[in-house]
């Protein structure tokens, strides 16, 4: 079984509580007839488990009922196709683990240093990020990648998905697919913050060093959740999820910091407004 977004909350939440009962894995399985390996899978979302076996897990580990509850949910869920699945043949690895992310959160925070996050770009502006980024991608793939980063933008118009992002300067001055294209997008991007919960912050050129310098990053955090699950982070040649709680913590520490350097949300739809009536016609 691949691990699924749902089956590896799933199994974070177990180890989660077993932690907190100082039990380990074997002594656990023991409770539900299942060796120390098989628990190890359970707990990294690879192996299912039984609403039988949960109920158990849950009255060892004394989990509340309304934590119980969305486990449960969780453990029905698991193995339920995301919308994404038919995109499969075209999606790294990567992309589909933070397409699946993108799909159970409720709030999102990235930090992009360079180009406009993939959730809040226009048609024509992926279409020139994708093809700059695939030189041997063939035509068709490339209608089928757009569609599918579009097809991920209708998670803003959701009422309880929130999206905040930070970018640099650079990203909203750099002329992906040239001024015209360029205009588009900034355009929409004011456009999404009006219409959606979208925040968009904007590091200036002038600002100082700060935490997320030379990384990007995505935080995710999920429904009924007080603290984020999981980061995502992707470069050139690779990727991550974090989900234990000192990186975690390390990267909203990042976050937070990039935050205090970028301009406030009005101030950066001030410079956005302006760089659009910059920009050559």
Do not use: C
């Not at 699945?85 to 709030?107: C, F, R």
């Not at 930070?166 to 004011?190: C, H, N, T, W």
């Amino acid at each position: 079984m691949r691990p699924t977004v749902r089956s590896r909350r799933l199994g974070a939440k177990i180890r989660y509580y077993r932690e907190e009962a100082r039990l380990d894995q074997t002594e656990m399985g023991a409770a539900i007839k299942l060796k120390q390996a098989q628990m190890s899978n359970v707990e990294s979302g690879k192996a299912k488990i039984t609403p039988e076996n949960l109920a158990t897990l849950v009255e060892l580990l004394k989990i509340p009922d309304d934590a119980a509850a969305r486990m449960e949910e969780l453990r029905a869920r698991a193995a339920i196709p995301g919308w994404w699945e038919k995109y499969t043949d075209i999606m790294s690895e990567p992309l589909q683990a933070l397409v699946e992310l993108e799909s159970e959160a409720s709030w999102v925070r990235i930090y992009q240093g360079q180009v406009i996050p993939g959730l809040l770009q226009t048609r024509e502006y992926a279409e020139r990020i994708i093809s700059a980024g695939s030189s041997h991608v063939r035509v068709g793939d490339i209608d089928r990648a757009l569609e599918l980063r579009l097809r991920r933008k209708q998670r803003l118009e959701s009422p309880d998905f929130d999206l905040t992002a930070v970018v640099s300067e650079m990203a909203i001055r750099q002329q992906v697919g040239g001024p015209d294209v360029l205009r588009e997008q900034l355009r929409y991007l004011l456009q999404a913050m009006r219409e959606h919960n979208v925040t968009v912050q904007v590091v200036p050129f002038t600002a100082d060093a700060h935490a997320a310098l030379g990384d990007g990053f995505t935080i995710i955090q999920w429904p009924a959740e007080e603290d984020p699950e999981a980061v995502f982070v992707d470069g050139l040649t690779s990727w991550r999820i974090h989900e234990s709680n000192p990186e975690i913590r390390q990267y909203n520490h990042a976050f937070a910091s990039v935050q205090t350097r970028a301009l406030s949300p009005r101030n950066s739809v001030k410079l956005i407004s302006n760089v659009v009536k910059e920009l050559p016609t």
